[in-house]
């Protein structure tokens, strides 16, 4: 985990061109950061194996009339079968030891979001125990350092739901209800947007989700409670 | 035994030789003026197939080239959202549909027969038919944007957006276009799979065949089961939108994710079908600069055969975000990643043979370089976005869009260029320009890194698919503006190839022959080509046989080998066995014929009319098309010949008609049912899948068909079956007698399985609009009683044969074929009926 951190950050800072309130290279999520993370290695690694393959070619090229068919052959088996087939074994390992906690149902005490996605705005309705029900329009407030659980279904077309510095996206799609699993862990407003085309609204369905501490989110649910007329 | 065979130590006189090419002459001329688009030769359809289809990858490009400039700057209006929406889903659609599979097809029918030293493919009117049908569906399809009418769904028109929400004919066109289109690739692919198999010179063993056919025939086999899951649910979605019947509605029991798994089982593999040709180019240029033949010639077999094996097991890495359990994704990211290592085993396959050989340089090795480069950057973004945990950032952003088109481009776009370069002699005898090639490549190469690599952080900051605009002040300018400029430098090289091509070269001087010192078959061509191709048949021993069998050309060019000739002005080819290719049929192929041109018109209006809901047009011309194919089927296939056998040269005599496993026809029949299967598997697939996730699949409320008349329809149509088989014996008895009886009663019985099959759900009042389940059952009766119905069409086209003497009992290709189907009908009925009245007696 502190890994993951301290390679994001370091990245980050030296990609400053990263940055954006809609980054999935700028992390302010858990999900974000881990994922963040895995493509930071993962690009290094393709770079090296890029660089690696254009030099074999070059040299290969180099016109030397060697007519050896044997140590070609060796070359087949290892660089095309053996590397690729023990490289990739190792980044399946990494890639799916991330998923179980990515798709984890969460305890059963987490903040739940029912996310309706319509033609082209997101209707927020929180329902949190012991608290009446309320709903919001294309903004999600949400307490930093806490997970939430996001219920996601459709009523029309299938859309995605997707805050790119928080965390992956998932669709919602009619007929069924899909779960997302996010944790912010730095305050600020991040932008999300609709991530599967859905008619000629869709570049426009927009969203944000603006992270506030702790103290400030019960304030918050307290107004809204006073909003809805019971 | 052919092994043994030798050229003639000595030619014959030259007044012979002459004699020979008059002869071949008058047979295979072309016609002229406007006959001349009668033609059906394969080097003549394939040079309309190719510059069609280039004239298509430039319409492709400019719509490209338009997006690019509505995503110049955020906010622009230089595209409506209604447009960019018609835009972006032509580009895909045309680029997927009308020039990556087209491309494939198009070179192979011009060059695979000389690639295996044939004169001609087997079917030369199917070839031309699928160019028209080709033309007819393309001109189609994109002029509805010239009408404001295009599609607009995508080009992977997901529902319930393209089933409910989207009125208007624009996805209707998509559906149905698309689907003619399909139609006739899968012709073409059962043609070349025929050709590669059967078509081939004697000694051309299997370990022979040179790449380009192993490639035709991977992914010409991968066409036959990747399209129809697409045109099963092309017909789903078209059946929702015309007739309300609710495969794709949630409220009714249907599901929208059933379209994204007989899309993707069909769009995942469409990439391979789109990728692997071109590696077969790469193939056979290599080898040529590298002056060594191929290294690991069996390893890239293997590889081919693997990839596309694999490529069947991947589509679900397009629906990582649709809410899958972890153990689907776990599989799918495993089989997505494993699938680079066949595909690298072939890339370092042609890296040993630049090791191996002395590289000279040359304008087609340039690009060749090119893609490689740029096709491995796609092959590592691939495997990164096959780690599912890493899809759920990227998928459906644009980082997708880098990969894709990485992939593409370099895999499938720089070696077609590549190809255009060292294939060009062969089409008119010329040579494109060096100076133009070179100039052409850096601006493609540094147009396409420009425009693509930015791409890859355009989207992981944020930025969607198929978006019109994108905000300001969140980072995405700079990204999109270098994307688009770049755009336009890939369109300057564009315009610098497209004026190599066009550019008159009269003055040039003509290419010598065989200009770039390759070794295989189709160099042999001389500059300019000869209308029959091949001067006469070769006897092979060896994958170069320009490098490797002495006095080779010189042998060919004087007729030294088999069929030299056309002694009956007939044009003729090679058939040979599969493994081995002994010679086994002199086969007589027609000539020129407008046939071809009037039934893709007809056919076309089956497709074309319901577009616009006239279905009484639809009926006229699919009773018009099936008129014009029973026409040429009865004046131009199974012609009895005027003797028994022919000789070939060197003692050699084979049959002029063959019937049954031996022969083209039947080959090509059953490779085509083997599709027709496969679509019909697709609407089983579709059943237990609703089955699978549903819990009220049959709802309760809803009565089946019963098993009455759905097994009475079963027993009748077996029955009309083995009756057709036992008639096929009793006609090569001579027992005409009992073949008419039995024919004639094989009839009755099929009506009246047609009869029962329907009643089934038809007598329970299932009505397929009320839920998918009904839904479900009628369309695999139909589907069934379709399949009988053009069973017994067949069955009274025997009967007519017969009656008027072109079938006997020797000569009866016409009834091996028709029952061969009705082997397949026979599949069909009774996989429908185990499913619709089978099934739901088990629970």
Redesign the interface.
């Known amino acids: 985990m502190k890994l993951q951190r301290l390679t994001t950050a370091t990245i980050t800072l030296l990609c400053a061109?990263?940055?954006?309130?809609?980054?999935?290279?700028s992390p302010a999520g858990v999900?974000?950061e881990?994922?963040?993370s895995?493509?930071w290695w993962?690009?290094a690694g393709?770079g090296i194996?890029?660089i690696g393959?254009?030099m074999?070619?070059l040299?290969?090229?180099k016109?030397?009339?060697?007519?050896?068919?044997s140590?070609?052959?060796r070359?087949?088996i290892v660089?095309?079968?053996a590397t690729?087939?023990v490289v990739?074994a190792v980044?399946?390992l990494f890639?799916?030891a991330?998923?179980?906690d990515?798709?984890a149902v969460p305890p059963k005490d987490t903040m739940r979001i029912h996310v309706t996605a319509e033609?082209w705005w997101w209707r927020f309705r929180y329902e949190i125990p012991g608290r009446i029900p309320f709903e919001t329009a294309n903004e999600l407030r949400l307490p930093v350092g806490e997970p939430v659980e996001f219920l996601l279904h459709s009523t029309?077309?299938?859309h995605?739901f997707?805050i790119?510095s928080l965390?992956?996206?998932?669709?919602a799609?009619?007929?069924?209800v899909?779960?997302l699993v996010l944790h912010p862990t730095m305050t600020g407003t991040f932008?999300g947007?609709?991530?599967?085309?859905?008619?000629?609204?869709?570049?426009?369905m927009?969203m944000q989700a603006i992270v506030v501490p702790k103290d400030a989110f019960a304030p918050w649910v307290d107004t809204m409670q006073g909003a809805v007329r019971p | 035994m052919t092994e043994d065979i030798q050229p003639l130590a000595e030619a014959a006189s030259e007044e012979v030789r002459q004699g020979q090419e008059a002869r071949l002459m008058k047979a295979w001329q072309q016609p002229t003026g406007w006959r001349y688009w009668s033609e059906v030769n394969n080097s003549i359809v394939g040079l309309w197939y190719t510059a069609l289809v280039f004239i298509f990858l430039l319409f492709g490009g400019l719509l490209a080239l338009m997006m690019r400039i509505q995503l110049a700057i955020p906010g622009n209006t230089f595209l409506s959202?209604?447009l960019y929406?018609q835009v972006f889903t032509m580009h895909g659609s045309v680029m997927m549909f009308l020039f990556a599979i087209p491309i494939f097809e198009a070179v192979s029918i011009l060059f695979l027969p000389q690639m295996m030293g044939a004169r001609e493919l087997p079917f030369p009117r199917l070839s031309a038919f699928g160019f028209w049908a080709f033309l007819i569906g393309g001109m189609f399809l994109c002029g509805s944007i010239f009408f404001n009418a295009g599609p607009?769904g995508?080009w992977f028109m997901?529902p319930?957006?393209t089933s409910r929400?989207q009125p208007g004919i624009g996805a209707d066109m998509w559906l149905l276009g698309f689907s003619f289109i399909e139609v006739s690739a899968i012709a073409a692919a059962v043609e070349l799979i025929v050709g590669v198999l059967k078509c081939r010179p004697p000694g051309m063993r299997i370990h022979l065949i040179p790449l380009y056919a192993w490639y035709v025939l991977v992914a010409a086999g991968m066409i036959l089961f990747a399209f129809p899951p697409l045109i099963t649910g092309s017909m789903l979605l078209e059946l929702e939108r015309a007739f309300n019947w609710p495969f794709f509605d949630?409220?009714r029991g249907?599901?929208?994710?059933l379209w994204q798994h007989l899309f993707w089982l069909f769009g995942h593999p469409e990439v391979y079908i789109a990728f692997l040709p071109s590696v077969a180019l790469v193939a056979m240029i290599v080898p040529a600069f590298a002056r060594?033949p191929i290294?690991?010639y069996k390893?890239i077999v293997l590889?081919a055969i693997g990839t596309g094996f694999l490529s069947f097991g991947l589509w679900v890495h397009h629906m990582f975000?649709?809410?899958l359990p972890?153990v689907t994704?776990?599989l799918f990211?495993?089989a997505s990643?494993?699938v680079?290592?066949p595909t690298?085993?072939?890339?370092?396959?042609f890296?040993?043979?630049?090791?191996?050989?002395?590289?000279r340089s040359s304008v087609p090795m340039l690009y060749v370089?090119g893609g490689?480069?740029t096709f491995?950057?796609g092959g590592?973004?691939g495997?990164?976005v096959a780690?599912?945990?890493?899809?759920?950032?990227?998928?459906?952003?644009h980082f997708v869009v880098a990969h894709l088109h990485s992939v593409l481009i370099g895999g499938t776009i720089f070696p077609v260029i590549a190809a255009a370069y060292y294939f060009f002699p062969l089409i008119n005898g010329k040579l494109l320009s060096e100076r133009l090639g070179r100039i052409a490549f850096w601006l493609l190469f540094c147009g396409f890194n420009i425009t693509f690599l930015p791409m890859h952080?355009t989207g992981?900051?944020?930025m969607?698919?198929?978006?019109?605009?994108?905000?300001a002040g969140?980072?995405l300018e700079g990204l999109n503006l270098t994307s688009s400029i770049g755009a336009l430098i890939l369109a300057a090289g564009f315009g610098v190839l497209l004026w190599d091509i066009l550019r008159p070269k009269g003055k040039d001087a003509d290419s010598p022959r065989n200009p770039w010192e390759a070794g295989s078959l189709e160099w042999l061509q001389e500059m300019p080509g000869k209308p029959w191709g091949i001067r006469s048949i070769p006897e092979i021993d060896s994958r170069y046989p320009l490098w490797e069998q002495p006095n080779f050309v010189r042998d060919v060019d004087e007729g030294r080998f088999f069929m030299p000739d056309a002694e009956e002005g007939k044009r003729e080819m090679l058939v040979t066995s599969i493994i081995d290719a002994k010679p086994e049929q002199c086969l007589r192929i027609p000539g020129p014929s407008f046939i071809t041109l009037i039934s893709a018109i007809f056919l076309g209006g089956v497709f074309i009319f319901p577009t616009f809901k006239m279905y009484w047009s639809m009926a006229v011309s699919g009773a018009i098309a099936l008129g014009c194919i029973l026409y040429w089927l009865w004046e131009g296939s199974g012609l009895i010949p005027e003797k028994e056998e022919k000789a070939i040269g060197h003692g050699v005599t084979v049959p002029l008609y063959v019937s049954g496993p031996s022969s083209v026809g039947w080959w090509a029949m059953m490779i085509t049912m083997l599709a027709d299967l496969t679509a019909f598997v697709s609407i089983v697939f579709g059943y237990f899948f609703y089955w699978t996730l549903h819990k009220d699949f049959p709802p309760a409320s809803i009565a089946g068909p019963g098993w009455i008349w759905p097994v009475a329809g079963l027993m009748a149509s077996l029955a009309a079956w083995a009756l057709t088989l036992l008639a096929r014996g009793w006609n090569r008895k001579e027992k005409a007698g009992w073949f008419y009886a039995g024919m004639g009663s094989a009839v009755v019985l099929a009506v009246f399985g047609i009869y029962a099959l329907v009643a089934g759900p038809s007598q329970a009042a299932m009505n397929p609009e009320e839920n998918v389940y009904p839904a479900m059952v009628w369309l695999l009766a139909i589907w069934a009683a379709v399949h009988v119905a053009a069973g017994i069409i067949m069955q009274l086209y025997c009967v007519a044969r017969r009656y008027a003497g072109r079938m006997t009992a020797r000569y009866d290709i016409d009834i091996a074929n028709v029952t061969l189907y009705w082997h397949f009908v026979a599949i069909t009925v009774a996989g429908c009926v185990a499913v619709m009245a089978g099934f739901p007696l088990l629970r």
């Open positions: 061109g990263c940055a954006g309130p809609q980054s999935a290279l999900e974000a881990r994922i963040a895995l493509f993962m690009t393709a194996v890029w393959v254009m074999l070619a040299f290969a090229a016109e030397r009339g060697r007519g050896e068919r140590r070609g052959g070359w087949i660089g095309g079968a690729p087939a990739l980044l399946l890639g799916l991330m998923l179980p990515l798709l033609q029309n077309v299938i995605s997707w790119p965390g992956g996206k998932m669709d799609i009619p007929g069924r899909n779960r932008l947007t609709c991530a599967e085309y859905c008619g000629v609204g869709h570049g426009k927009a | 959202p209604n929406s607009t995508g997901y319930p957006l929400y949630a409220a249907g599901d929208p994710l060594t290294a690991g390893w590889s975000t649709t809410g972890g994704l776990a990211s495993a990643q494993s680079a290592i690298g085993v072939q890339i370092f396959c890296i040993a043979t630049v090791y191996v050989g002395r590289l370089a490689l480069a491995v950057i590592l973004t495997v990164m780690v599912a945990s890493f899809n759920f950032q990227a998928h459906d952003t952080f992981l900051r944020g969607a698919r198929r978006v019109y605009t994108y905000p969140i980072g």
